[in-house]
C-alpha cells in the first residue's frame, strides 16, 4: 500500500507525462533518422529540434532497427498541478513547472 502512495505522491508532484515512441526497419547494417544523419548499430542520436532520442540496433542480418523516443514537453500529455503551469526551457523539449501567476517563480509542491 506504501507504493501507492509513493507514486501518487510523485504524479502529484511532476505531474503526469506519456511517452511516444517509434520504430523502423532499415534493409542496411545502419540507420538514418528523420533529420539525414546515419546512425551505425549500437549508436545513439538525441535531435533536439524535434524533442527525440533515437538509438540503432543490430535486427535479422542485413538489417537495422531505430527506436526513437519523443523527450520532454511533447512526449504527451502533462498535467501540472493545481495552481501550476508547464513552460518550457530554452531548448524547447525540457519541461519546467512554474506557478501560474509568475513564471519566474518555480512551483512549490506539498
Known amino acids: ?5 509513493f507514486i501518487c505522491f510523485f504524479v502529484g508532484l511532476f505531474g503526469v507525462s506519456y511517452e511516444s515512441c517509434f520504430y523502423q526497419i532499415f534493409q542496411s547494417d545502419s540507420c538514418t533518422a ?3 544523419v546515419t546512425i551505425p548499430v549500437g549508436a545513439d542520436l538525441r535531435i533536439p529540434e524535434k524533442c527525440l532520442d533515437c538509438s540503432c540496433s ?10 526513437c523516443c519523443v523527450y520532454g514537453v511533447h512526449a504527451g500529455i502533462m498535467i501540472p498541478p493545481k495552481g501550476c503551469k508547464i513552460i518550457t526551457e530554452a531548448d524547447g523539449c525540457t519541461p519546467k513547472i512554474v506557478v501560474e501567476g509568475d513564471e519566474s517563480k518555480l512551483c512549490a509542491h506539498k
Open 34 to 36: 528523420s533529420n539525414g
Open 1 to 5: 500500500m506504501n507504493n501507492i502512495y
Open 58 to 67: 543490430a535486427g535479422s542480418p542485413g538489417q537495422a532497427a531505430m527506436g
